[in-house]
């Protein structure tokens, strides 16, 4: 009796492990969320209300589209481009470097880039800028596409860490008036991202 009931134990502990260790991830991803409607609060060129930030959508935490350790290669020799906004106007843009990752045994692949004018800034040198698009598009989420900010840290020798919980929609998808970078066709993927921030539920400001 004692050995099966050992033997159950040591069964029930990597569940246990599993569970606190999603209810942590869980955690943390609803206090990201709730830093990100408080930027709209404090920023004076915000696009929303208080009132408004009642009507931001998420998909629910996945896991599968956490990604600690995705091939990172950098693309030093890059040339800078001018990437095109959804308001007609370019933006200075220099690929950083390529991630390739997995998900559901599919190989995936998106450019990540450096924006050449913020990075005169030395609030943010090393920030990094990963626009992308995906077949959730105009369906579950704005048409344009979906954002995720990086920083150097967030890279670990030949690996990066990319989370698309935390991917959110540009300012475009909340008002008319902003100068919103259109993810380039190499940052285009053909499956659903089924993770971060989804449609907006409120009116769209023109």
């Known amino acids: ?6 033997q159950l134990i040591l069964m029930l502990l990597p569940l246990v492990a599993y569970s ?8 943390a991803l609803a206090e990201h969320r709730a830093e990100y409607k408080a930027h709209f609060l404090t920023d004076p060129r915000s696009p929303l209300t208080a009132a408004d930030t009642a009507f931001l959508d998420f998909f629910p935490p996945n ?31 220099v690929q950083f470097g390529v991630a390739k990752f997995e998900v559901a045994g599919q ?4 450019n990540i880039y450096q924006n050449l ?9 090393d920030h990094l800028f990963l626009p992308f698009k995906d077949l959730t598009n ?8 979906r954002y995720m900010d990086l920083r150097q840290s967030d890279i670990y020798g030949p690996f990066i860490q990319l989370d698309f919980n935390e991917c959110y929609n540009p300012w475009c998808a909340f008002s008319d008036g902003f100068n919103c970078p259109i993810p380039p066709k190499e940052n285009h993927l053909e499956v659903e991202v089924r993770a971060g921030e989804r449609n907006f539920k409120g009116v769209k400001k023109h």
């Not at 190989?107 to 998106?110: C, G, N, Q, R, V």
């Open 1 to 6: 009796m004692k050995k099966t009931l050992t």
């Open 20 to 27: 606190q260790q999603h209810q942590n991830y869980d955690e």
């Open 63 to 93: 896991t599968d589209w956490s990604i600690p350790l995705a091939k990172f290669e950098r693309t030093p020799d890059a040339k800078p481009f001018e990437m095109m906004t959804y308001s007609g106007q370019k933006r200075d843009y």
């Open 107 to 110: 190989a995936l692949t998106l």
């Open 117 to 125: 004018r913020l990075i005169k800034d030395s609030l943010y040198r």
């Open 138 to 145: 105009g369906e579950e989420t704005y048409g344009g596409g």
